[in-house]
């Protein structure tokens, strides 16, 4: 059993797709509850006319929302009755095992360490989305993407250990290869933090470490587990959106121009919809914030029912394959 | 009368792809002259069978080669008969204008520094290619991305200026509009380089700064001028290659998954192509390394004469618009 408390008012779909999407996930598994946190009114009002196990989804009234506009630490602090706080209280409290969000991430990454907690002996929670490659399991994960940034190389060594145990025991990649974001493949190469951590990544007993990676191998899977300082994997995230997008647009620009290119839009259609499903984010479940005692994972701002879907299906392997106990195991073993 | 040295070695395609973009740049203006550098024997053999101006094409023997593989600082300092270290000493001693190579970056980089000399004032010259992008010439500026990795703030108020001059003057757009690479779009956000630059650049007078970017908005043309620090600015850049080069092999594969997705692929064959051709490099030429007294192009390892024939055209626009001089000017002005 899995009990998931899920941030009924986060996101632009709220609460409707986040509600759907709770409804959703518990039809697929028996072993989930849900609670759903934020204004009982409009929890209830999304809950009309759909069907669902009413012992297994509950309601946690929270009367606050806390905005993107705001400034995290301060929001976290003043608004103790947010569906945010109260989310994350109940996970602090053992009442629940996860908490999932599409709200603000300042305030998710922020409430998190805050109020949640970080494993002892973890330094920095990362932010770990996964991104689609060339992999067998079409995904690698690039660790930190979070609010983190100026990280030290110890931070790095043990986001290297989490990201192994998730990609092994959360995607089911054996042996999950290791790399170091850089700007050239030899050891000598990097700015100062690269240059710090490779030697620790190397003599690291835990991993499957196989040395620098150049970004233009992280689509091309090169490797599974992607090491960076958050500022570094907030822009690998944020140009496979761009340069995607783009390159879709410029498709689309090329083929109204002529006859041909018309009819021959027309009958990729099907096809490229596949394409456009490599690149759907929401096939993923949300990122995790790992590190911390308790899961929590923010999905995107506009997420729907079904990436919401995922991430509560992605909390029930989470906790069925142990990954804070691995963690905190792993994270406290000295190195060689 | 622009006069460019080329170095004839350098690059998986040299000398014959080398060669023959110099012929094709020479036929394509009058007031160009180029002196190919490199083993006499090797050009004039590649020289065979083509028509050219045997008054504007001459030929600088150098015995030796610098390899990728080869550390660049002590390649420069030794090996004094390769291409890259007299072509470079050719625009040292103002015997030329500028030199262009798709040899060793690090040998570049390194060697325009130390051979060719910083523009008195400029501390750090960055390397800065133009990458696609949605804006009204379909080019934006990413600078620096280059070799000198762990930059200042001070470094990157020069790249703005520089990066703003050669967008102006070179690429031809009106007040081009400035960012910097964050991670989100907010002043106080970002790691300690950013939030320390960010207020110098607001005060700048002689640029067009328009605030932060997000990663995702450099494809989508949000700015005309990028200004990060080199890591950041090599990882944008081998995102764009990596991206792309997944997306057409995924859309590839599922055309071929389907008869109606091949025959659809036939019709947009021709539309695909000029999508690939605003995804060519080539058709940019190489990336200038700026603030140098004289011009340094790199161009792609992997060059053809297409890209070597662009790299020398830009070379007479640059020195046609004064481009360092310019440089010059405003580097020594200090801010208000």
Redesign the interface.
């Known amino acids: 059993m899995v009990h998931v408390v899920l941030d009924a008012m986060g996101g632009d779909n709220a609460p409707e797709e986040i509600v759907k999407g709770a409804v959703d996930a518990l039809a697929s598994s028996d072993s989930i509850t849900v609670t759903l946190c934020g204004r009982r009114a409009d929890i209830e009002k999304a809950l009309e006319g759909l069907d669902y196990p009413k012992d297994r989804l509950l309601i946690e009234n929270a009367d606050d929302v806390i905005t993107t506009e705001e400034a995290p630490v301060m929001a976290i602090r003043r608004k103790k009755d947010s569906s945010i706080v109260k989310g994350l209280t109940l996970v602090k409290e053992k009442k629940a095992d996860a908490f999932v969000s599409a709200g603000s991430s300042g305030a998710i990454l922020v409430g998190g360490q805050l109020i949640v907690g970080r494993i002892k002996g973890v330094e920095r929670p990362p932010l770990a989305p996964l991104v689609?490659?060339?992999t067998d399991k079409g995904v690698s994960l690039i660790i930190d993407c979070g609010?983190n940034?100026?990280a030290r190389s110890s931070h790095l060594v043990q986001f290297a250990k989490m990201g192994s145990i998730y990609m092994e025991h959360v995607i089911g990649v054996t042996n999950p290869r290791v790399a170091i974001?850089n700007?050239g493949a030899e050891e000598e190469k990097?700015?100062?933090l690269?240059k710090e951590t490779f030697p620790l990544l190397k003599i690291c007993p835990d991993i499957n470490f196989i040395g620098s990676i150049?970004?233009?191998?992280?689509?091309?899977g090169g490797a599974d587990v992607i090491v960076c300082e958050?500022?570094?994997g907030?822009?690998?995230?944020?140009?496979?959106?761009?340069?995607?997008?783009?390159?879709l647009?410029?498709?689309k620009g090329?083929?109204m121009?002529?006859f041909?290119?018309k009819?021959?839009?027309?009958?990729?259609?099907?096809?490229?919809k596949?394409?456009m499903k490599?690149?759907d984010a929401t096939e993923y479940g949300g990122a995790p914030l790992l590190g911390l005692n308790g899961l929590v994972v923010k999905v995107h701002g506009n997420a729907t029912s079904k990436e919401v879907a995922n991430a509560i299906r992605q909390c029930e392997t989470f906790k069925q394959q142990n990954i804070s106990q691995r963690i905190a195991d792993k994270i406290n073993i000295k190195d060689a």
């Open positions: 689609p490659s060339t609010a940034v100026d974001v700007i990097g700015n100062m690269v150049e970004a233009r191998e992280i689509p091309n958050a500022f570094v907030n822009v690998i995230l944020k140009m496979y959106e761009g340069v995607g997008k783009m390159m647009k410029t498709i090329a083929l121009g002529s041909t290119g009819l021959g839009g027309l009958l990729i259609k099907p096809s490229l596949g394409v490599t690149f």
